[in-house]
């Protein structure tokens, strides 16, 4: 997730907060040290007792700091502002991920591999949905449980870039209907028969998010988005304005994030 602030020169005293920072997460969410820089760095890294102790010291190279600052930013400011304010603050975020962080809800959109009718389960960081889904052998779907009728469009978050998707049997469409009650996506075009997903490549922590609004309001952003190309942030911000400015009533977003393995 792009944000406000190049951490490419981060000073000791600030790596020393971002260290703080780590800490408070393993004690009060359970994440670990090594869990952390594996979900940064997209990889996984091995830290050594020398590694732990340059890092409590403000020793941190800046190709394992950047990310590391980046991720907390997005998925874990509001701790990191209790714990180290003179390095962390709110505005960091962009207004797109702030919109996210204010109105996103879990629970009501599931991830369905196809021929399985079990629902996913939720726990953990952000939540990551359960089970794992392995590429290029998992296809799968979206079970979403709406409470209102409007149109829906649909972005993919991976590795700090948003791809808005398209749900629709006319796969060049951004845009499908949603009704209340249990919805799921993708179909056909008969609307019933589930037309499964796959994805063939990218390993790792995928965001899927949901935003119901009336057809008029999303239609304004449609043409600056282009499905499988990543969304400029300028038009996340502006789509999320949009999205604030209507009355709570009028809109819904929901989100799952999912977890792809080779």
Known sequence: MKNSRDWSNATNDEIKDLYQVIRALEKTRGITMDVAFNRANKRNIALSKHDRGNFRNGDLSKSRAKPLF?????????????IAANTFDPSMLTPWAKFLESHLQYGALNVRI????????RSGDLPIAKPTLRLSKDEYYFALKSERDGSLLTFEGYEREWYPMGLHHNRDSK????????NEFPTKADGVTIDPLRDDESAGLHRFVFIIAPKRVLEQHQDDLIIGKAAR?????ALAHTIEELDQQKYAVHGINVLFSA
């Open 70 to 82: 980046e991720w907390i930013v997005e998925h874990h400011l509001k701790l990191a502002t209790e």
């Open 233 to 237: 942030f300028e038009t996340l911000d």
């Open 114 to 121: 196809f021929n399985q009718r079990g629902l996913t389960t």
């Open 175 to 182: 845009l499908t209907s949603v009704n209340v009650g249990m």
